[in-house]
Each structure stands twice: as C-alpha cells, then as structure tokens.
C-alpha cells in the first residue's frame, strides 16, 4: 500500500501545477479578449474590469474541471 504513504513533494507538485493550470488558463483567456477587442475595436467595446472577471470565471472553470480530474484519476487507482 505505497499509494496510501504521505508524500509532502508530492503535494508540492501538485499544488504548483494546479497555480499554474490557473495562470495558464487566466492568462490565455485575457490574452484571447484582448486579441478580439482590439481586432473588433469598432464592433465590440469590451471594459477591461469585464475581461477580468470573464478570464476569472473561466479560470475557476478550468479549475473545477482540473480538480476533478484529479479526482476522478484518484478514485480509479
């Protein structure tokens, strides 16, 4: 039962791919609204306060979705 045995890298690990899977998808989404703003500037308006808030629910989405995986894997082994 090698699984069971507490694994702080372990834990350290995951914890820092899990900020990073935030940045990535916070940081993807922004530069995506930004790209789309400035090609469609006369078309779509979009505040930089509402492309925050976009990129953070889908940033939290993301998450959600990481976090379940992650437990999903957990369960099948």
Do not use: C
Request: glycine fraction near 4%.
């Amino acid at each position: 039962m090698q699984e069971n045995r507490f694994d702080p890298l372990g834990i350290i690990k995951q914890i820092l791919v899990f900020i990073a899977v935030s940045a990535i998808s916070f940081g993807w989404t922004m530069l995506v609204l930004l790209i789309v703003s400035f090609v469609a500037l006369s078309y779509i308006t979009i505040k930089l306060d509402t492309m925050i808030l976009i990129s953070v629910a889908v940033m939290l989405l993301f998450d959600a979705a990481y976090v379940i995986g992650r437990i999903r894997k957990k369960n099948r082994h």
